[in-house]
């Protein structure tokens, strides 16, 4: 007999007839979770599953991650290559040898007429680093513009800038091992349940376990806040006032790091003139956190044996993004927490592959962090290439967001997008379709056809994504994992690689310089040019990445031979005392003073307009946007906005309502939460012509990164019928 639940329905799991499982890496988020596809016997992807014995996830997938092997066949892949018409209305279908031949002669052409520099390149923190290495040879070796750069700009840029700033070079300290020694937690601008999950998750088991307290200073109540023992509900773009506060306690009470202060760092002494003047009576007024609070908080974090602190977004996109690092980085470093089991300045990176472009794809510099500002990193990369060093330019070029105002200026008359969307995911949307209008020469290399870019590109190349093709990512904790390939790539389109080899045939220079076709003699190129650098992955292989489930680099050829595990690689940086990337093996403290730049709410414009992201969606929806399970839990473009100010306003639950900024507007739904401030508003950035046209995005002076999260909007009631209908057309999904 049957009882309770028994009597119900049973569920039954369909059976996915999976026959073979592939080894992966999610191409979502830098968590960097291990993943398996399933197939069935006609080879179609049928299934996901995390992999059980990966440290990173151990098993484990989010609702994104779970669902991926839908995305080979999502609406809207790009099947072959397009051209635009004479007519200029449509595209025509091409041959791949037609698509470069045009390329080429439109790259040589625009360079000719205008300079090298007048053709710009955008890639992303979204390809295998191995493509990313060889666009680097293709950009700099080849094409040899150097207005080259990446969507980590609008990402990672100002993590990238502070460590370079405060260690002498980028790379992330710490680990996600940290949590399980740490003593005290800090999250500044991070929303780790919603945005990696599986970070979340092995941090709550972490304190669960041990029980340490956790801070979360975000000015919405995040979910994460919602789990915190204090939540510091800061005013936005002021966290820099907090940190010095903090440093100010700290400095006042004696409860530095003294004897690591002295052995480790410089400038001390100008850092602690500068946070005198930031005692927490002055500073809550800035930062909106009562004195008593910010008091508490410092001798929390001074006190506990090992204290570490995470950020993301909120912090790097902020007019103070790097300094917001520094700042950081200043905290830990006076209280004696790098590089030791739970003590750590770590940044949690945004794109699967966002720390694979910082290392190897030139986009700042040359491979390996290696700058074009010295000879002789130039040197050395022009002899293996078999480039002439003097091809190289000498300084960095234009940002992405600089590469954009130099399209309106009519400096750049040629761009080439590669696997990103900045028609949605750059600030202030109207000027980059002004920019996009004057291009002579746009191509746009995405694995969507759909993509909004396309809207104003010349050329389109359908690219393979992420498990079509082979090659390794890089985690946030610097682990470097791998995909195997499990299927074909969709249609005629082609992986990244071939793409940047192929176009690379197309001119003299490419054709004298190597460029291997396999993913892993890629690989072999990029060992060797680690070798006995930071980020040294000279000890690894793809089968023995993959044998354990992604390695953390430094990896070397000493770990192999002493037969350590590779768990004994590069868990942590700078563990040593005055192992520090600058000349004198010392990190520097650096004096961060406030300045006030950001645009605040007046009277005209009253809220703070913050944007951010949603656990089901991914960046501007090309993927997700079309999968079932992601796309039907947030559908529609939303506004959080609190019920105390919607009363005033006299706006309902549920209407629609029009969100107006100086320099454009957008019409959302309205969502009642005390999840925000009554004077603030939190709108997702994934929807077209959304959120991105309201959005100001004064850049950081050091990493040129946008502040997505300072503007400020007033809000109208709006007519319901006309706004529904509108929101619904706005998105073809
Ligand atoms: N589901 C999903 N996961 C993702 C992504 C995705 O699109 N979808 N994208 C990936 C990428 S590329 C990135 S970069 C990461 C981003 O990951 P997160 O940075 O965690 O996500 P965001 O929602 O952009 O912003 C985080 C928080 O910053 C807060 N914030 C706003 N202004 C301030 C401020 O002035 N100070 C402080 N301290 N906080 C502030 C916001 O309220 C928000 O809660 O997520 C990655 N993971
Ligand atoms: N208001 C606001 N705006 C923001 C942010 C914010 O918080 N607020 N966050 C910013 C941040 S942190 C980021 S990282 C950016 C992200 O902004 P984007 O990079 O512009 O957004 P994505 O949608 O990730 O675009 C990636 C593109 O690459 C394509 N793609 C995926 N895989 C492959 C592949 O293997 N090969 C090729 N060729 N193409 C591929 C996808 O289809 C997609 O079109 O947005 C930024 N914009
Ligand atoms: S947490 Fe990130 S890496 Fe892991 S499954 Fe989710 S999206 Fe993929
Ligand atoms: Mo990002």
Redesign the pocket.
Known sequence: MLFGRNQKNPITITDKQVVKWTYS?????????A?EIGSNADGKPVASR?VGGAD??RG???????F?HEVFEAQGRGEIPLLRGAAQQSFDAVGWDQAFDKMAAEIARIQAQYGRDAFAIVSTGQILTEEFYTLGKLARGVIGTNNYDGNTTLCMASAVSGYKRSFGSDGPPGCYEDFEHTDCLMAWGSNLPEQ????YWRMKEAQEKRGFPLIVVDPRVTMLAQNADIHLPITPGTDLVLQNALIHVILAEGLEDKAYIEANTNGFEAMAVEVAKYDPTNAAKICGIDEDTIRTVARLYAKAERAMSIWTMGINQSTHGSDGVVGINNLNLVTGNIGKPGGTSLSITGQ?NAMGTREWSSCSGLPGYRALEKAEDREEIGKFWGVDPEFFPKQRGLTETDIFPAIETGQIKGLWLVATNPMTSMPNTARIRKAFEKLEFLVVQDSFADVETMEYAHLFLPAAIWAEKEGTFT?TERRVNITRPIKQAFGQSQSDLWIFNQLAKRFDQGRRIEFPEQPEQVFEEMKFLSKGRLMDVSGMNYALIEANRGIQWPYTEQHVEHGERPKAGGVRLYTEPRTFRHPDGKAKLIALPFIDNNEVPDEQFPFWLNTGRLVEQ?HTRTRTGKIGNNNKFSPTAFMEINPDAAIELGIKHQSYVRVVSRRGDAVVMAMLTQRVPKNMVFVPFHFFDCVNRLTLGLLDPYSRQPAFKQAAVRIEATDQVAAARLNKESRGY
């Open positions: 890496t999610c191409g979502y988020c830098s968590t960097g979770c993943i995390g990173v996830n484990k997938l989010c609702v994104k991650g779970i991926e990696h999950p599986i970070i699967c985690n991914f």
